[in-house]
């Protein structure tokens, strides 16, 4: 298992887990919004493993400006680094590989905000509706050996949850009722990594417990 992130010690430590498994670990720090430490990363997981399975794109951000028109030119760049450029650049990668070997699975991360975009989350909501376009292409470029797939996560208790874990109007929206806990998402992305969808590909599912 390969743990990339830009806190290397967040990646020693998930390492640790997988090591106590039986399984071996790589953990790298790496700036997906940097071009080249994609470049980097896919190297040393060749380098390492000989081969990936499954690729994973789960990096992301949404830092909000005060307005669209306070919005820096460095702030849009860089959501647009970390939400789309990364996962792109990463994807053409392995998925070279990916072509040229057995195969495999790639799972890009979208948000529903893809689907309800706001007016102070534009620059995140274009960048995921990015994704959810990108996992159409490349479902349609690297098949049949490789599946492409996409979660499309709603509102759910991490750490950049702060700013609204405690609006209750927006948790009873939900069609739940509540906002989702991160163990909620493990079924689906375990469901896409495996055989159990073997004739999917292409898709967004949504994960939001009922956002509309």
């Known amino acids: 298992v390969v743990i990339a992130s830009r806190k290397i010690e967040a990646c020693e430590e998930v390492a640790r887990e997988v090591e106590k498994m039986g399984r071996r670990a790589l953990p790298i720090a790496a700036h997906v919004g940097k071009w080249e430490d994609n470049d980097k990363l ?12 499954i690729l994973v794109n789960n990096a992301g951000m949404s830092p909000l400006a005060p307005s669209l028109v306070e919005t820096t030119e460095a702030l849009f ?8 450029k990364g996962p792109f650049r990463l994807s053409s990668l392995v998925g070279e590989k990916m072509m ?7 799972i890009l991360l979208s948000s529903t905000a893809s689907f309800l975009p706001m007016p102070h989350t534009i620059p995140y909501g274009g960048a995921k509706a990015a994704i959810n ?10 098949g ?17 949850s702060t700013a609204w874990r405690d609006d209750k109007a ?16 493990v079924g689906t992305a375990l469901y896409l990594a495996s055989d159990a969808s073997s004739y999917v590909t292409g ?10």
Not at 170 to 185: D, K, S
Request: net charge positive.
């Open 203 to 212: 898709q967004v599912i949504r994960v939001d417990g009922g956002s509309w």
């Open 144 to 160: 049949p050996k490789i599946r492409v797939n996409c979660i499309c996560p709603g509102p759910f208790l991490t750490d950049v």
């Open 100 to 106: 040229a070997g057995n195969g495999g699975v790639i």
């Open 42 to 53: 896919a190297d040393a997981a060749y380098k390492q493993f000989g081969h990936v399975d």
């Open 77 to 84: 760049d860089k959501v647009i680094d970390i939400n789309f």
């Open 133 to 142: 376009a990108m996992t159409v292409a490349l479902a349609k470029l690297y």
């Open 170 to 185: 927006a948790e009873q929206r939900l069609g739940l009722r509540r906002f989702g806990n991160p163990n909620e998402i």
